[in-house]
């Protein structure tokens, strides 16, 4: 059996095999169409006419009958051969003229039996009725009770600091694994492929999920994807409150939840960073209608501190709209983080290290507290390495020695 090829000649009378693609109008333009294969993730607007010869080209009908076509029903002079070329250059072709093209790299999608009958009902309307009434029934037990907003003294749920962050990262890690699930889930809910993976955020070791393939449905049905990781952080922390508010469980057990909903809340003050590529950095981009305005936003920043020349000066309307919103909210995404770190992870961090550094240096007595403070450093050092590790993963081409 002959290997696949990515070098073909393509000429008036090629007739083009087509992978399966998922064709849409775009969001923005109506004289536009987004054209792209969920299983590689690869996605492009194109003139609605190139749907069309795509469409034509579909039926087995040659690249210049497709040509002549287009000319005489449309009155359009479209040079199919090139377009055909970039077909194949974006790995949509799956063979020309019965010679087999290499199909790219497809992207192993986790939980492929998860299909869209299994997770529609968690977007539902009834889902939705529930969610947001335990979200109302916990601002009200807030307004009732403000002793349980969650505190930073709540994380330290036992005098032994190293069992509280053992636990933590555990209960942590286990919310973040449904919170990505969640992402998954709703991309299924789609029929869109997804994977979850780690990857780095600056200094952040993070779980994410690869949702390309949700380009193949309507700006509406993305924001489903992008915010269903966020809805599971805040059910699960105002489902906590309300268990720990009425369901009287032992003092001990309360502690746990409470901690829990800390660390689920403070990974929730993580998405307003959107100078990263969080959840709502996505949402945000959504709703902007733009792409990657980060370094006119810095620019933009810049601007106002320094009151120099505006860089968005000479940007459409739209675009400039775009660049400076973002702009706020980057500025305004900063103060949040900075309050949160202040008000919370610095008397965290704090209450960690003197309560793992004393029981290290004096509980020679107390060998419990001894591997207890030793349990601290231990669950440090896996994270730093599995964020080196992810940090690798992502950045190979960084170490790879370049050769001449």
Known sequence: ????????????????????????????????????????????????????????LDTGSTVGEVEERI????????????????????????????????????????????????????????????????????AVTWWQ?????????????????????????????????????????????????????????LHYLVVQTDVTAIWAVPRRARLRVYLAGMKWDAFLVTGCVLVVAHAGLPVGVDRVLAALALVV?????????VYMRTDLYYVLMEWLRGRNVFQDALAYLRHLVRRGPDPTADLPARERRAVRVYAVAMAVGSAISLSVFALYGLPIVITGVVGAFTGLLGGIGDPWRVVDSALVIAVECVLQTAFLIAFHRGHRHWFTRRRG
């Open 265 to 273: 809340l403070l990974s929730m003050a993580v998405q307003v960073q």
């Open 71 to 138: 000319a005489r029903e449309h009155d359009v002079e479209l040079d199919v051969v090139e377009f055909a070329e970039a077909l194949v250059e974006l790995e949509f072709v799956s063979g020309v003229d019965g010679r087999s093209l290499s199909g790219g790299a497809q992207r192993r999608e986790h939980l492929p039996w998860l299909r869209e009958r299994h997770v529609r009902w968690l977007f539902g309307r009834t889902a939705n009725v529930v969610w947001l009434g335990v979200l109302l029934a916990a």
């Open 1 to 56: 059996m002959a290997e696949p090829s990515t070098d073909v000649a393509i000429g008036p009378s090629s007739v083009l095999r087509l992978h399966r693609l998922a064709v849409r109008d775009s969001d923005d333009d109506p004289d536009e169409v987004v054209v792209g294969r969920a299983e590689t993730g690869a996605f492009v607007e194109l003139p609605r006419i190139g749907a069309i010869a795509i469409s034509l």
């Open 145 to 201: 009770r403000p002793d349980l907003v969650p505190s930073a003294s709540d994380f330290y749920w036992t005098p032994y600091v190293g069992l509280a962050v053992l636990v933590n990262t555990a209960l942590f890690s286990v919310s973040a694994t449904v919170h990505e699930l969640m992402h998954l889930a709703a991309a299924r809910s789609y029929g869109a492929p997804a994977r979850i993976g780690f990857s780095t955020r």
